[in-house]
């Protein structure tokens, strides 16, 4: 099972960027996708997650900024990010969590930073 992060980097205040998680070795269908962060010092926080079905939720500091969806034919997570602040600043993981065997996968993380 593979879940590859990318589309992290460097932006500044306002701005956007887009996460993408490739899933592999798992039915892709068959499991919750979620979007989590760390931030230096602070312990990893769920960011939003999505049902296989496309039900989504945020936490709420980032509702309205930042957007969930799934591609179920490409095997594939997203998220948008937009209005960006320097306080989203961490190391953003993408997560399956399978809705009937619960198994959980992470992938390696990618670091988006928010600076001038």
């Known amino acids: 099972v593979q879940l590859v992060e990318s589309g992290g980097g460097l932006v500044q205040p306002g701005g956007s960027l887009r996460l993408s998680c490739a899933a592999s070795?798992?039915?892709?269908?068959?499991?919750?996708m979620g979007w989590y962060r760390q931030a230096p010092g602070k312990q990893r926080e769920l960011v939003a997650t999505?049902?296989?079905?496309?039900?989504?939720n945020y936490v709420d500091s980032v509702k309205g900024r930042l957007f969930i969806s799934r591609d179920n034919v490409k095997n594939t997570a997203s998220l948008q990010m937009n209005s960006l602040k320097s306080e989203d600043t961490a190391v953003y993981y993408c997560?399956?969590?399978?809705?009937?065997?619960?198994?959980?996968?992470w992938g390696q993380g990618a670091q988006v930073t928010i600076s001038s």
């Open positions: 070795g798992i039915t892709f269908s068959l499991y919750a």
């Open positions: 997560n399956a969590r399978g809705v009937i065997s619960a198994r959980e996968y």
């Open positions: 999505i049902t296989s079905g496309g039900s989504t």
